[in-house]
């Protein structure tokens, strides 16, 4: 853990897409921390609990370590309670959950939104693609974007983690808002270089200062409160168009294009080398709100679009949107050609680009897998509740009684 704490500048460490996030917030002067655990997001609390329980550490280190607040939290919606309540004080906050996590924590969410924060507040969750992990449903935490107007990132390396989540300090401070870092199975728990930056060293004090305006949900004021949440997602689409954080990378003469985000864009580059292909690619780091004229503009210049994502068309969708508002004459695929259900892999993107290309694809990338059914559900080796439900089975007849529960690591 010690490595994580290093304030040797251009320093390059071997990380988890998780412990990148630490090192992020860390490098952006986080002063409270909470969490509910759920992979494939506990490695982000247990890293900073680690931390904080670390003992004979060289000075510098120590006293970072004594610069954050860390807690377990009962659930995901009082980690939430509790890290916007520091927020509110000035605090730079943090919470970390699972994609499930985030249900439980939506009944704050919703009115936080109206409120806004003061110091910057991130949420991070982690979306279960594949159902790999610890998810009983493949959910897609991207349209909690809609219900909440709440602004996404979504990276794609280890490296792209730290950056994100140091940006996401920033950007939720500049705006008054609170930010979400969208992970996926295979970036929370993909290793990779992660060069280090400066860790900031501003001393914050907590301080709570009663605001009615932005504190008292209750109508008629919240009504105004509704307007103006609208009006700053406006304000950060203009923003948006602009920042680098979305980027465009030109291709040939090639009329085909490809929008992508996170995990798949690392597919897709891959998938591009191995056909020998030279497209345009745009890929996205904010996946809400989105750059529409950014978008425009790519798309005006194309024939055909490939949207590239996994699980629901959530990016598709508004795509299609932006061609058809922008009166773009471009034919747009998706989920015709990329699977809507399970995880994305770089033969199955290779597969789809070929066939979005027209090309005749042949060796492995060719090949289509037949769906063969898994194993049967069973605990982990090591996990200790082997021996709970080992006492069990020996106390009663598992074929006589009804157990239910979750997976819940």
């Known amino acids: 853990m010690e490595k994580l704490l290093s304030k040797k500048i251009s320093e390059k460490e071997f990380l ?14 986080v002063s409270f921390v909470t969490t509910y655990p759920g992979t494939p997001a506990s490695e982000i609390g247990d890293t900073f609990f680690k ?10 280190a120590g006293k970072i370590k004594n610069s954050f607040y860390f807690e377990y939290s009962t ?24 994609n499930f996590g985030l249900n439980v924590a939506s009944d704050f969410l919703m009115p936080l939104m109206s409120s806004g924060v003061n110091g910057g507040l991130v949420i991070v969750v982690a979306d279960d693609v594949g159902c790999s992990s610890s998810a009983q449903f493949e959910e897609d935490s991207r349209p909690y974007s809609y219900l909440a107007y ?35 199975t295979r970036i929370a728990l993909a290793s990779g270089i992660v060069k280090f930056e400066k860790i900031s060293e ?31 997602i406006k304000k950060i689409q203009k923003f948006l168009e602009k920042n680098k954080i979305n980027k465009i990378e030109s291709g040939g003469r ?11 864009y690392l597919y897709v580059r891959e998938a591009l080398k191995e056909l020998n292909l030279d497209l345009s690619v745009l890929k996205l780091g904010f996946v809400y709100p989105l750059p529409e004229k950014k978008i425009a503009n790519f798309i005006k210049k194309l024939q055909k679009v490939l949207v590239v994502e996994e699980l629901q068309p959530y990016l598709e969708r508004e795509i299609k949107r932006i061609a058809n508002d922008a009166n773009c004459k471009v034919k747009i695929f998706g989920k015709d050609l990329i699977p809507e259900v399970g995880e994305l892999k770089p ?6 680009i070929a066939k979005f290309a027209n090309l005749k694809l042949t060796g492995p990338g ?23 439900f080992g006492a069990v089975k020996k106390a009663v007849n598992p074929n006589e009684i009804v157990f239910g529960g979750e997976i819940g690591c």
């Open 51 to 60: 931390i904080k329980n670390q003992k004979s550490l060289p000075a510098q």
């Open 16 to 29: 988890l897409g998780n412990e990148a996030i630490v090192r992020g917030a860390i490098e952006a002067g």
């Open 150 to 184: 709440l602004p996404i990132l979504e990276p794609a390396t280890p490296q792209e983690c730290k950056d994100f989540t140091k940006f996401a300090f920033e950007f939720s401070e500049k705006f008054k808002i609170p930010i979400m870092i969208r992970t996926t």
């Open 347 to 352: 033969e199955i993107v290779t597969s789809s």
């Open 202 to 232: 501003i001393k914050r004090k907590a301080k709570f200062v009663k605001n009615p305006l932005q504190f008292s949900t209750m109508p008629p004021r919240v009504l105004e409160m509704h307007r103006e949440l609208i009006e700053k």
């Open 366 to 388: 060719a090949v289509s897998v037949p769906f063969s059914h898994a194993r049967r559900p069973q605990f982990c080796p090591g996990c200790p509740y082997w021996l709970v």
């Open 75 to 98: 659930n995901e919606k009082v980690a939430l309670e509790a890290a916007a309540g520091a927020s509110f004080s000035g605090l730079r906050s943090l919470i970390a959950m699972k």
């Open 254 to 264: 090639s009329r085909l294009g490809i929008i992508t985000s996170g995990i798949s």
